[in-house]
């Protein structure tokens, strides 16, 4: 199934050879990479700028269906009882010139699910019958639909370079574990099989190849701490509609140094949070175009196993001095904003709301609109009181508070700056500290922080909360996780056992893991995201302030043709698969023939 426009081209799409002279694809992507990484995509070091352009994956998910997909190594797939049959695209290769086998899946999957990736919590088993076919027989109660969207999604390593970590038994013991991680996953993380995954991931993530062995439209040539050069790959399936002789990544480490880059011109396209300022700048330049599509959520996770933060009570009373709409405001302005205010946060954005939540229910949502006084008193009946201007807890020391945001997501830092000033303002004495992204997840998995950002975005809304709140999920969760790099340490901590609306006292990673897992669209979802949303709503493990609208902007100079915008500059398919996929939605422009050099 394809979304809704994807099939519309640009006319008479000229052949490559006559852009041989072109200049490359010049991209200023916001939040770059650090002065060290790693071509190994199982290492936390790898550069993520290269997924979907080096390394393809199955299928590419399309907005806003859940069930909607463009085959990218899969060629089709279909329900053969309780198996899903993945057909793989035929004479494929890899950029070393071997052939691209089902070899190559069974043994991503089987990698990826030593830390738990590739969805194997969907999964009973996966194999490889035939050199073009790859069998996953799905797990008891797992919908056909809900395993498409696990297995699907993901981009294929070669066997050639990682084949050689998958141990003689590996097999087995992820079949063995996972059965066991379905009834207790506890008990399966210290099980022999659990062991053994670990060990094999622990020697898979330390692994440093010297050269990238892709599949997909381009090929890495260099990467320094500025910039990332690709030149496109004849292999590609696809070739013959791409239309960039290559691409360059620059390191737009901040977005201070990206705004330079697009006033004067020496950029193509840039995703970076963009000003009031900037916007104006760019309004006044016939060549720039900006186009603003729906993003994902900005949430701010607490500690929850940190005291006072381990009390409802004190993440309410914080969720009432949050100022949400003044700190869009100052943040993103009123023309060409690049975000709305969250309405009522409940871990959903706006859309979702509507499609899964009916008026009545959303109606009952508290908005929690800034008020002070609701928050002193909450305070008040927590035991917490005021010596001068400063909130005391009931322990006798001062009330202070860390935030952790990533350093350079500076629309970010610029909306905690508000909201620190309000804190403070409130009496609770607020530290901001704004450090490099690799650090961020791991200061939340280890309790380093009080607060901490981090954001979500699924077509799927129990994935949406299963996300954060659970243990597994395509961001790994948060919440007590299991296995990979965290597993052990406590994350988000909310619960584990917590009395969740409409479901009763539950284990909260498991529940929501599970039921992420198990149910399909329908009115068993509805129920469940109206319970998981009241969670959120009323419990307040998390704060979801702002609904992010993806601001592309793009020039006309070099390069034309780029996917058409609707009323107003907002986004039409195309753009709307770029904010919800990345990488993958460049992907698909680029298989459409959109993004021409000029002649």
């Known amino acids: 199934m394809l979304g809704g426009g994807l099939l519309t081209s640009p006319a008479e799409a ?36 290269l997924n979907d352009l080096v390394y393809l994956p199955l299928a590419v998910q399309v907005p806003p269906s859940m069930t909607g997909f463009v085959p990218q190594l899969a060629s089709s797939w279909q329900a053969q009882g309780n198996n899903l049959v993945v057909h793989l695209r035929s004479g494929l290769k890899w950029q070393d010139g071997s052939a691209f086998t089902s070899k190559d899946v069974l043994d991503t999957a089987l ?85 053994a995954l670990s060990a094999v991931f622990s020697k898979l993530s330390e692994y440093s190849p010297k050269k990238l062995v892709g599949n997909g439209p381009f090929q890495l040539v260099n990467m320094t701490t500025g910039e990332i050069k690709l030149t496109k790959w004849d292999g590609f399936f696809d070739a013959s509609k791409v239309q960039q002789p290559g691409i360059i990544f620059r390191n737009g480490s901040s977005n201070n140094l990206i705004y330079p880059w697009l006033i004067g011109n020496t950029t193509d396209f840039s995703n970076a949070y963009l000003p009031p300022t900037i916007i104006s700048s760019l309004k006044n330049k016939s060549n720039w175009h900006v186009a603003i599509a729906n993003s994902f959520e900005f949430n701010l996770l607490f500690n929850n196993k940190r005291y006072p933060f381990n009390l409802t009570k004190v993440r309410q009373a914080i969720a009432y001095v949050f100022p949400r709409a003044t700190m869009v405001t100052a943040t993103y302005g009123t023309v060409g ?86 804190l403070d303002s409130f009496g609770i004495q607020t530290t901001l500290l704004a450090i490099p992204g690799s650090e961020i997840v791991p200061d939340l998995e280890t309790g380093t922080a009080d607060m901490s950002w981090v954001t979500t975005v699924n077509l799927d809304p129990l994935l949406e909360f299963a996300d954060v709140l659970g243990r597994e999920g395509p961001n790994g969760g948060y919440n007590f996780p299991v296995l990979g790099t965290y597993a052990g340490d406590k994350g988000l901590g909310f619960g584990p056992v917590a009395n969740v609306p ?49 601001q592309y902007a793009f020039s006309t100079t070099r390069y034309t043709d780029w996917p058409p915008l609707g009323k107003n500059g907002q986004a039409t398919a195309l753009w709307n698969d770029l904010s919800y996929n990345g990488n993958p939605g460049l992907l698909l422009m680029m298989e459409h023939g959109y993004i021409r050099p000029r002649a």
């Open 14 to 49: 000229a052949p490559v050879s006559a852009f041989n002279a072109a200049p490359y694809l010049n991209m200023g992507e916001c939040c770059g990479w650090g002065s060290t990484w790693s071509y190994n995509p199982f290492s936390s070091a790898w550069p993520g700028q």
């Open 111 to 195: 990698l990826q699910g030593t830390e738990g990736n590739f969805n194997w919590s969907d999964f009973t088993n996966v194999t490889a019958p035939t050199p073009d076919e790859v069998v996953f027989t799905a797990r008891p109660g797992v919908p056909m639909a809900t395993l498409e969207q696990g297995v699907l999604i993901h981009r294929i390593f070669p066997a050639s370079v990682y084949g050689s970590f998958v141990t003689p038994n590996l097999d087995q013991e992820e079949v063995a574990y996972y059965n066991e991680a379905a009834k207790n996953q506890s008990a399966a993380s210290n099980s022999a099989a659990g062991k």
């Open 337 to 422: 904003p690049g975000a709305a205010v969250e309405p009522h946060p409940d871990g959903l954005s706006p859309w979702m709301e509507g499609s899964y939540l009916t008026p009545a229910e959303i109606k009952q949502l508290n908005p929690y609109n800034l008020d002070p006084a609701k928050a002193t008193a909450l305070l008040k009946s927590a035991g917490f009181h005021l010596s001068g201007s400063n909130w005391i807890m009931p322990n006798g020391k001062p009330f202070t508070l860390s935030i952790y945001i990533q350093s350079s997501a500076t629309d970010v830092v610029q909306s905690m700056e508000v909201a620190v000033n309000a």
């Open 502 to 550: 409409g479901l009763g006292k539950v284990n909260v990673p498991n529940t929501i893991d599970t039921q992420a897992a198990t149910v399909a669209p329908g009115k068993r979802m509805d129920q469940l995201v109206w319970d998981w949303a009241r969670l959120v709503n009323q419990q307040v493990p998390y704060i979801q302030w702002e609904n992010k609208l993806h």
